[in-house]
């Protein structure tokens, strides 16, 4: 079993930053890709950031130029620093990593998720 634990959430005004880390425990040979979704209320979970193992990105078409994602594959931890936040980026983020739990077998894994609010 591999848990995935979020911090970082909260309440920040328009404009404002906030840094998200999410660190991945338990039972795993690796972590593949790991990344970030959102879901506001009403709304479809979105994709936000993920990264793979190598360290190639991909962004939600909403937050590129203002989140940036990394990852230290040594610590199974991913962060996600989000600048220049905006009202409607407020949601429950969950952190999202597809593992490698034996040499052919993945397992995709979610959080419990992080509140961030945004102000206006």
């Known amino acids: 079993q591999v848990q995935l634990v979020e911090s970082g959430g909260g309440l920040v005004q328009a404009g404002g930053s906030l840094r998200l880390s999410c660190a991945a425990s338990?039972?795993?040979?690796?972590?593949?890709?790991i990344g970030w979704y959102r879901q506001a209320p009403g709304k479809q979970r979105e994709l936000v950031a993920a990264?793979?193992?190598?360290?190639?990105?991909n962004y939600g078409d909403s937050v590129k130029g203002r989140f940036t994602i990394s990852r230290d594959n040594a610590k199974n931890t991913v962060s996600l620093q989000m600048n220049s936040l905006k009202p409607e980026d407020t949601a429950v983020y969950y952190c999202?990593?597809?593992?490698?739990?034996?040499?052919?077998?993945?397992?995709?894994?979610w959080g419990q998720g992080t509140q961030v609010t945004v102000s206006s």
């Open positions: 990264i793979t193992s190598g360290g190639n990105t």
């Open positions: 999202n990593a597809d593992v490698a739990v034996s040499r052919s077998y993945n397992l995709r894994y």
């Open positions: 338990g039972s795993m040979l690796s972590i593949n890709a």
